[in-house]
Nanobody
Framework: EVQLVESGGTLVQPGGSLTLSCATSGFIFGNYAMNWVRQAPGKGLEWVSGICWNGGCTYYPESMKGRATISKDFAKNTLTLQIHKLTTDDTAVYYC??????????????WGKGTLITVSS
C-alpha cells in the first residue's frame, strides 16, 4: 500500500524558515517523481515544487524560486521541502504527492493527508 505521511508543519513567524518532510512507503521511491502542493484557507490547490525520479531535476513556480528547495533522501525514502523567507501568503496545508511517472508528466496518483504551516506574528 502506498503511503505518504507529511510532517513538520507548525506555527512560524514571518521571515522564518521551515523544513517539511514526507515519509514514503509501499513503492520504489527512486522510480517516481514527487511534488509538494499546497492549499491556503479558502483557496484552491497550488503546486509548490516538483522533483524528478533521481533528484536530478527540480522545478518551482515563480512564487517559490529562490526560497524553496525540494530534495529526495533515498536512504530514508523521504521527500523534503525547505522554505525560507516565509510570509503570511505561505500559510496553507502542504501535501506531498506522487507522480504517475518518473518525470513531472502524467498526473499525481497519490496524496498524503497534509501538514499545516501557519505563518503569523
Amino acid at each position: 500500500e502506498v503511503q505518504l505521511v507529511e510532517s513538520g508543519g507548525t506555527l512560524v513567524q514571518p521571515g522564518g524558515s521551515l523544513t517539511l518532510s514526507c515519509a514514503t512507503s509501499g513503492f520504489i521511491f527512486g522510480n517516481y517523481a514527487m511534488n509538494w502542493v499546497r492549499q491556503a484557507p479558502g483557496k484552491g490547490l497550488e503546486w509548490v515544487s516538483g522533483i524528478c525520479w533521481n533528484g536530478g531535476c527540480t522545478y518551482y513556480p515563480e512564487s517559490m524560486k529562490g526560497r524553496a528547495t525540494i530534495s529526495k533522501d533515498f536512504a530514508k525514502n523521504t521527500l523534503t521541502l525547505q522554505i525560507h523567507k516565509l510570509t503570511t501568503d505561505d500559510t496553507a496545508v502542504y501535501y506531498c504527492t506522487r507522480m504517475m511517472t518518473d518525470y513531472l508528466i502524467g498526473g499525481m496518483d497519490y496524496w498524503g493527508k497534509g501538514t499545516l504551516i501557519t505563518v503569523s506574528s
